[in-house]
């Protein structure tokens, strides 16, 4: 429809178009900041309890997204690289978590790992208890999130030149050793992109703890005092003091986020270039 437009109207409308998107996710974020104000800000920080929950979040989401990366590349290679019965069935197990609702994870789950369900009973004798615990938390972050790792992997590898790990084979290496030094490291920014997709997906979960891990309380995992994901703490904020109280606490998240959005583009940009000019020299 716009081929015929001169260029310079083809510009400005796609120019109009990106910035009334990035006008959506920038603006609601500075009034977010603009009533929380720098005192708020201060005063967020320095709260006790609003910090443990931080530390706690920052801890279980670390640990999800482990699992998440252990047991989701070699899904995702898998996927990428061989043929199989019920591949699309897989292929469509993976994608499920990312439409079922909040609360229905949470429900399932409590489901399956109550104190008095089979593997609840089973946990809780490993010392590994789910309901009210880190482990519960945990359960909620690999849940909702594992599947970007398992697709930014799969599309990662997918990208990964079959003539390069041929060649790599051809001078000896054995199909271990060429996964290790041609795939993974070709294919290290989509696996990088999927943990940090899992992570901002586990801290931003709610309803799933709502039902399965509220209250945290000092058991195998956390020794620390009993407390809430970051999430739950703000949505008890709100609940409580209303929005003052809430807004500061909210802004202070979305700092913590984007400076580890910052540190993760740093590290893309600088140590994992480095790495693979070491992997290919």
Do not use: C, K, Q
Not at 16 to 28: D, E, I, M, Q, T
Not at 50 to 61: Q, V
Not at 162 to 188: I, K, N, Q, W
């Amino acid at each position: 429809m716009l081929d015929g437009a001169p260029t310079v109207l083809r510009r400005t409308l796609g120019g109009l178009l990106s910035a009334s998107l990035v006008g959506l996710f920038v603006l609601p974020l500075v009034a977010l900041f603009l009533y929380a104000g720098a005192g708020g800000l201060w005063e967020a920080a320095r709260n006790v309890g609003f910090r443990i929950s931080i530390e706690f979040t920052l801890l279980s989401s670390g640990i999800a997204v482990g699992l998440g990366l252990l047991t989701g590349v070699p899904l995702g290679y898998a996927l990428a690289r061989y043929r199989f019965p019920g591949r699309s069935i897989v292929s469509s197990i993976v994608l499920l978590p990312v439409a079922i609702p909040h609360l229905v994870v949470g429900l399932a789950l409590l489901l399956l790992f109550a104190p008095s369900a089979p593997l609840g009973r089973l946990a809780l004798s490993l010392g590994l208890p789910i309901f009210d615990s880190i482990g519960g938390v945990v359960l909620v972050m690999l849940y909702v999130g594992a599947s970007y790792v398992v697709l930014t992997s799969e599309l990662a590898f997918r990208s990964v030149s079959d003539g390069t790990v041929e060649a790599a084979r051809s001078l000896g290496a054995t199909p271990s050793e060429a996964f290790l030094t041609v795939s993974l490291p070709s294919a290290a920014r989509g696996i990088l992109t999927g943990a940090l997709l899992m992570w901002a997906r586990g801290v931003s979960e709610v309803g799933g703890f709502l039902i399965l891990a509220y209250a945290i309380v000092p058991g195998a995992g956390w020794n620390g005092p009993p407390t809430t994901t970051a999430s739950v703490y703000i949505f008890n904020l709100y609940g409580t003091v209303g929005l003052p109280g809430t807004t500061s606490a909210a802004a202070l998240l979305v700092l913590v986020a984007l400076a580890i959005f910052l540190g993760v583009r740093l590290l893309d940009r600088s140590g994992f270039a480095w790495a693979r000019g070491r992997w290919f020299s």
